[in-house]
């Protein structure tokens, strides 16, 4: 099979063609195990596409694909039958993809007698059952059930024949129901193959969390290349493959085509949950472009938008990544509140700055100050309100407007004094004096001031979680905040502080590959020791998703002189 061997040699379009040409065969051999439940067939079928993309390198012959596919097929829906109690199977469903309503009277009959089909199918004996449903609800021709099952045509032509034969002892009008069947389909999203484009970004995610230099970084290549064979049609995105492409390109830097991924979801019909988030993501990614008249436009729209929609229909989106829609009446982990929302809409930290560079930087405050002058200050929107009076922060700051920003701060200083317990108010300070870090740019004494209070803050703060019982939510709340302060006191030229706080973080496994060049960056600048700038650099590289990172690194001061050097652009795509 020509599409196995250009499988197995790493191409992942032949891959793709090959779940398209199985997974009917795949979901409806599972249905035949599981009985009539879809969406666990659907799950096993993905898990074992997911397990031969994987494993497919030890797939020794070609030509036995199906039947080793089938397999998999198998190991996943027993692990499923194991893995839940048995439950009555839900024949009222068939009647969906056996028959096309005509009128409430006729879709009753049918009802009847698809349920009548179904339990007749699923009581015959095993290899009958199996190739009756490939044959009816695949539609699958006799020689491809041959192949998938790994048996000969005759025996699936014979087995065929005993099971029409057993099935009229019960059911005369069988004949009519062969004529009115019609094949199970995929949807025309084609959910199996989005989830093992889904599938691809989890593995590359999960290996990066456990070893982020050993992460397989041809992974990313080749669901990159999955999703463009997926949007080279016009047919409507489905949610999965919305969720991964963005994940996918965020990852890997794209961020136009991810704005552009995303507009094209907001073409066909979306729920307002939905909707929101789409928008939203696309304006992150364009945050994150030169398209700047485009970014304010787009979170112009939003906001109008939103203030008409919200009150009536306000988005129930997981508070984390991907933002899945909340179908379920508990609200305990939506993204925002609803009275914060307008919030959330706001909450993109690069988007201020195309504000300011479009001459619109004045509109945007304006907006500030209504939104939050008409959101009540509550303990559990507090984070919200920060990372809105950080965002206004940003854009003072840009714009000199000191007395302004002062008002700002004395706010953010003020959310610690909402707090009793003892290492959220070492949260909440240590942010404020983080941003009044980037306020003293260019004002070395009270750099240096706002540093000694950091390097202060941070070691209680350390204190304070080494000696009591702490939460993983508390303990990546500091590193963040110690991420933050080092990366200000690197650009700022605060080595002193900077350097432990980075050395720390990389040591500790839990640095960046921005933290690794923010310290080769310290290290250059004070020493000029080559052979250790570029060591770091090399490991950040070996940390980053993107294929390059010298493209952010030589914009910084400290690279400028050496931004063409071979060694250094060598040293920012090194992969070991």
């Known amino acids: 099979m020509p599409l196995v061997e250009r499988a197995r040699a790493g191409d ?77 199977v839900s024949l009222e469903s068939v009647q969906h993809r056996l028959y096309d309503a005509v009128n409430l009277e006729t879709d009753l009959i049918r009802r009847q007698e698809a349920r009548r089909v179904r339990e007749a199918i699923h009581s015959l004996p095993c290899g009958e059952r199996e190739v009756t449903a490939l044959f009816y609800l695949s539609g699958c021709p006799a020689r491809e059930i041959a192949a998938f099952l790994e048996i000969s045509e005759v025996t699936v032509r014979t087995r065929l024949h005993r099971a029409r034969l057993r099935l009229r002892k019960d059911l005369v009008k069988m004949e009519i129901v062969e004529m009115k069947t019609q094949p199970v389909q995929i949807a025309p999203e084609n959910p199996v193959a989005a989830r093992v484009l889904g599938g691809i970004v989890a593995e590359y995610l999960r290996q990066r969390k456990d070893d982020p230099e050993a992460a397989d970084r041809s992974l990313l290549a080749q669901a990159r290349r999955q999703l463009e064979d997926r949007l080279s049609d016009s047919t409507p995105l489905d949610p999965e493959t919305a969720r991964s492409g963005d994940s996918l390109l965020s990852l890997v830097g794209e961020n136009g085509v991810r704005a ?108 500030f100050d209504e939104i939050l002058g008409g959101t009540p200050a509550t303990h559990e929107n507090r984070q919200q309100r920060y990372y809105f009076l950080r965002t206004a922060l940003r854009i003072l700051f840009r714009l000199g407007r000191a007395e302004e920003a002062e008002k700002l701060l004395v706010r953010v200083e003020a959310l610690a004094d909402e707090e009793t317990d003892p ?72 080595y002193t502080l900077a350097v432990p706080l980075l050395t720390s973080l990389i040591v500790s496994g839990n640095g960046s590959p921005w933290n690794c060049v923010r310290l080769a960056q310290c290290v250059w600048t004070t020493t000029h020791n080559r052979a250790d700038t570029l060591r770091l650099i090399r490991q950040g590289a070996l940390r980053i998703d993107r294929e390059n990172l010298w493209d952010w690194a030589k914009a910084l001061p400290a690279f400028a002189a050496v931004a063409e050097d071979p060694e250094f652009i060598a040293a920012a795509s090194y992969r070991g």
């Open 12 to 88: 992942p379009f032949a891959f793709d063609q090959l779940v398209r040409r199985f997974q009917d065969k795949a979901v409806g051999y599972a249905l035949t195990l599981l009985g009539d439940d879809r969406a666990s067939a659907e799950d096993a079928a993905q898990e074992a596409f997911l397990e031969a993309y994987r494993c497919l390198p030890t797939l020794q012959i070609a030509a036995a694909f199906p039947g080793w596919v089938r397999r998999l097929v198998f190991k996943h829906c027993d692990r499923t039958r194991r893995g839940k109690p048995e439950t009555a």
């Open 260 to 367: 552009d991924l995303m507009r094209r979801y907001q073409t066909q019909p979306l729920s307002v949950s939905e909707e929101a988030w789409a928008r939203y993501s696309q304006i992150n990614a364009l945050s994150g472009t030169d398209r700047w008249e485009e970014t304010v436009a787009e979170q112009d729209s939003m906001y109008l938008w939103a203030a008409a929609a919200f009150p009536q229909m306000p988005p129930r989106l997981s508070r984390e990544q991907p933002f899945l829609p909340i179908e379920t009446a508990d609200s305990a982990t939506e993204i925002y509140p609803q009275n914060t929302l307008l919030l959330w809409v706001h909450d993109i930290p690069d988007a201020p700055d195309h504000w300011v560079n479009v001459g619109r930087a004045d509109e945007w405050l304006r907006r």
């Open 423 to 494: 290492l959220a108010v070492f949260h909440w300070r240590g942010h404020a004096i983080y941003l009044r870090m980037i306020q003293a740019k260019g004002d070395a004494e009270a750099l240096r001031q706002v540093g000694n209070r950091a390097a202060v803050l941070l070691s209680l703060y350390e204190q304070a979680l080494k000696s009591g019982e702490t939460s993983p939510e508390t303990t990546t709340r500091f590193f963040i905040l110690r991420d933050n302060i080092a990366s200000v006191a690197a650009d700022h030229g605060l």
